[in-house]
């Protein structure tokens, strides 16, 4: 019932920027945290970045000072602004939030579509 839809992808060369959005809709009665993850091919899916429901943000060593993670509340929708990208940032892009639905028991995690973030050199 609940989806979150990733937007802003594409292809920009290295030295350039990129902002990706994901919107969360549905039944919504509550969203906590929201993340931004990545996965590259043949690698595992790693944490990028973390927003709590105050704000509070989290990075992991390779994008910290690069990537700025942030949400609008009203709207459901968690930010990655993404800038001095390098070839090593090219990968698929997952945003991820736990919701509680309205009528819901507890909070549930889910996952966005994926988009493709291509960074040539």
């Known amino acids: 019932q609940v989806q979150l839809v990733e937007s802003g992808g594409g292809l920009v060369q290295a030295g350039g920027s990129l902002r990706l959005s994901c919107a969360a809709s549905?039944?919504?009665?509550?969203?906590?945290?929201m993340r931004w993850y990545r996965q590259a091919p043949g690698k595992q899916r790693d944490l990028v970045a973390v927003?709590?429901?105050?704000?509070?943000?989290t990075y992991a060593d390779s994008v910290k000072g690069r990537f700025t993670i942030s949400r609008d509340n009203a709207k459901n929708t968690v930010y990655l602004q993404m800038n001095s990208l390098k070839p090593e940032d090219t990968a698929a892009y997952y945003c991820?939030?736990?919701?509680?639905?309205?009528?819901?028991?507890?909070?549930?995690?889910?996952w966005g579509q994926g988009t493709q973030d291509t960074v040539s050199s």
């Open positions: 927003i709590t429901s105050g704000g509070r943000t």
């Open positions: 549905g039944s919504i009665f509550s969203v906590n945290a």
């Open positions: 991820n939030a736990d919701i509680l639905v309205r009528g819901g028991l507890g909070f549930a995690n889910y």
